[in-house]
């Protein structure tokens, strides 16, 4: 009985194990754009670039935060480009470009360190 016991438990184990695999090979493939501002670009600047840049089909970008809890929430844009196509993320960059309020952009994907 102990050993059936102690089988289920390892079973178990193993399973919330490849189930933590599959959340962490999940996170490994996404990438970001992540798009850096020029000092005194207003809020509403920031919005409209985000707005205007978001056309390509595989680029999401990030969710807007309630701004009045977290007014310094928009300091950096980030695109999810995950799906997004060599072309789809060209597409975005030269958008961006396009902002003299822009100062960069940064591509990175969840191997960067950010070191």
């Known amino acids: ?12 184990l193993a399973i919330m194990g490849l189930a933590g695999c599959s959340q ?23 919005l409209a670039i985000r707005t205007a840049c978001a056309k390509a089909p595989e680029v999401s970008p990030q969710a807007i935060p309630d701004l ?18 060599d072309a789809q ?3 975005l960059e030269k958008c961006l470009q396009k902002f003299p309020a822009v100062a960069g952009v940064t591509i990175q994907d969840s191997s960067d360190t950010g070191s």
Do not use: E
Request: no cysteine.
């Open 89 to 91: 993320i060209a597409m």
């Open 1 to 12: 009985m102990r050993r059936a016991a102690l089988a289920g438990i390892a079973g178990l």
């Open 24 to 46: 962490f090979d999940k996170a490994l493939g996404q990438q970001q754009a992540i798009v850096s501002f020029r000092g005194g670009t207003s809020t509403a600047q920031r």
């Open 68 to 85: 009045k809890k977290y007014p310094y929430a928009l300091q950096q844009l980030t695109f999810t480009i995950s799906k997004a196509s």
